[in-house]
């Protein structure tokens, strides 16, 4: 950042209006005005830098200052650093040190002028000795040279009293005049009756569509519940919806991940009216992060599940669920993706998703709530939200990118879940390589901790796919990813045929394979 310049800055030129302290020595000749001397720039200007030192003048050697002790006599301080130089050039005779014996001769008639400087007539004009001051410093006790002036400084005259009374007097009119406009509008700020219409009882009522956000959010809200676990690990809190009249609810896994199979963790549903009831699970699979539970309430409204294989990109969508625990939270957005490869969880229990991608806000405790269309139909349950590249955080906000579960696949689990307790998944029956970085994805061409790459008279095994194939697209689709043919996989059901594009060395063919179910955990 720039400061302005300093204007009392040292090094400034000298105005040229007086002569510095160290100006060059002016012979002094006989008249009755001196001469004016041309002007020398000082280089030891004031601190200031705005003006120089005043010059003061110089005292005859022989003059006695009446200020200093005993009548000695006084050099000047301001004598200019050459004037030792030009008197070491000449001798000390008369008029060059000493006072001469009287006035000095005036020059012979026709003479010439005389050089001041000359060596024929030091005494006659020697600059610092002989020369006649106007102005000589008096001596203690005589008077003061008629030449001397004084200077006295004038008196500022006083204000007259003629005018102090007319001022008095105005300043007294002036703050009688504010104080009552100030008091005029004070007296305004506050009315005994304020006078506000009333509220509107229009005769047009105002008409939502059932397919705006407040008519889908009216419709969506009540069916709606947030839930809270409590444990040793901690507490959690996410969201959920009703599925059956009877009790019966949905949500992610991950939100009562915690409360499986822990005696001690106890979960509690809150719906939209304030009402809390405990719940238990019913049952709950981390391969597609689902669970549901049952509370012992009977009339709910259940929400309607629809088809999210029609589902495009571009439909308006509603997010509804608990954020932060902010329970009955409506956001809006479209369905910005769709197929997204979405693995969540950990090691342990990883969820592969082949999710529906989403631009309504998302955060945290929306997790198991509802995303619904235009119609107000579930078409998936809100699972995942997007990190930025390099986020070291466990727990985001929304940046614009969640991911559901798609609702075909939440019917068929939910299904298995409230029926048996347990999850199932389609499989081809091979072990893919995790280090291979070509085209598409490999078989692995050795067993994996025990394991077979191609399992025995599994779907691939019959269809003719051996260890170290490369399986390039399924069903047309290209896969370069692991997770995504897994994902793909996934989101089919047990019995389904899949056409798997595969190459084996340099040859390619397309592969029919009937996909086998996964044995129950």
Do not use: C
């Not at 005036?106 to 006649?132: E, L, N």
């Not at 009790?247 to 822990?262: E, K, P, R, S």
């Not at 040859?507 to 996909?515: C, H, I, P, S, T």
């Amino acid at each position: 950042m720039s400061t302005p310049d300093d204007p009392s800055a040292p090094g400034d030129a000298h105005d040229g209006s007086r002569p510095g302290p160290d100006a060059p020595p002016v012979p002094a000749e006989r008249h009755d005005e001196p001469e004016p001397r041309a002007a020398d720039p000082n280089p030891f200007a004031s601190p200031s830098g705005q003006r120089s030192l005043p010059t003061t003048p110089e005292v005859p050697a022989h003059t006695s200052n009446p200020y200093a002790p005993h009548g000695q006599p006084v050099a000047s301080p301001y004598a200019p650093p050459h004037a030792q130089q030009v008197a070491s050039a000449y001798p000390a005779t008369a008029g060059w040190g000493t006072p001469p014996a009287g006035p000095p001769s005036a020059p012979a008639p026709g003479a010439g002028p005389v050089d001041p400087w000359s060596q024929q007539s030091p005494a006659a004009h020697a600059p610092w000795g002989a020369a006649t001051y106007p102005n000589p410093v008096p001596t203690p006790g005589q008077p003061p040279h008629p030449a001397v002036q004084t200077r006295t400084k004038k008196k500022r005259r006083a204000l007259s009293a003629v005018w102090i009374f007319p001022l008095v007097v105005l300043a007294l009119v002036a703050g009688l005049v504010g104080g009552v406009i100030g008091g005029r509008i004070s007296a305004t700020d506050h009315l005994q009756d304020a006078g506000l219409p009333p509220a509107g009882t229009g005769t047009a009522s105002i008409e939502r569509a059932p397919d705006s956000v407040a008519g889908i959010a009216g419709g969506v809200l009540p069916s709606v519940v947030s839930i809270q676990v409590d444990g040793a690990q901690g507490s959690a809190t996410g969201s959920g919806f009703v599925l059956r009249q009877d009790g019966y609810l949905v949500t992610n896994h991950h939100v009562i991940a915690q409360a499986d199979n822990a005696a001690s963790t106890t979960i509690t549903v809150t719906f939209v009216d304030g009402s809390e009831k405990p719940a238990t699970i019913v049952g709950s699979t981390s391969d597609y992060d689902l669970a549901v539970l049952k509370v012992d309430v009977d009339g709910l409204t259940p929400l309607r599940l629809g088809d999210s294989g029609k589902v495009v990109v571009g439909d308006p969508v509603v997010a509804i669920g608990a954020p932060l625990g902010l329970a009955g939270t409506v956001t809006t957005g479209i369905v910005s993706a769709l197929n997204r490869p979405v693995t969540a969880g950990d090691a342990s229990s990883t969820a592969f998703i082949n999710a529906i991608q989403t631009d309504a806000a998302i955060n945290p405790g929306n997790s198991g709530g509802p995303l619904v269309n235009a119609a107000g139909e579930v078409i998936g349950i809100n699972s995942a939200i997007a990190q930025p590249p390099g986020s070291t955080a466990s727990v985001g906000g929304s940046i614009g990118l969640g991911f559901a579960i798609p609702s075909n696949q939440v019917r068929r689990t939910a299904d298995q879940l409230i029926e048996t307790g347990h999850a199932t998944f389609p499989i081809i029956g091979v072990l893919l390589d995790q280090s291979y970085s070509g085209e598409g994805v490999q078989v692995s061409g050795a067993d994996q901790n025990g394991q077979p790459p191609v399992s025995a008279n599994g779907p691939a095994d019959r269809a003719g796919i051996h260890p170290g194939d490369i399986i390039l697209a399924i069903n047309g689709r290209p896969v370069t990813q692991p997770d995504e043919l897994i994902v793909a996989i996934r989101a089919l059901t047990p019995g389904d045929t899949v056409l798997l594009r595969v190459r084996t060395g340099s040859a390619e063919r397309d592969v029919r394979v009937k996909l086998d179910e996964s044995d129950a955990p």
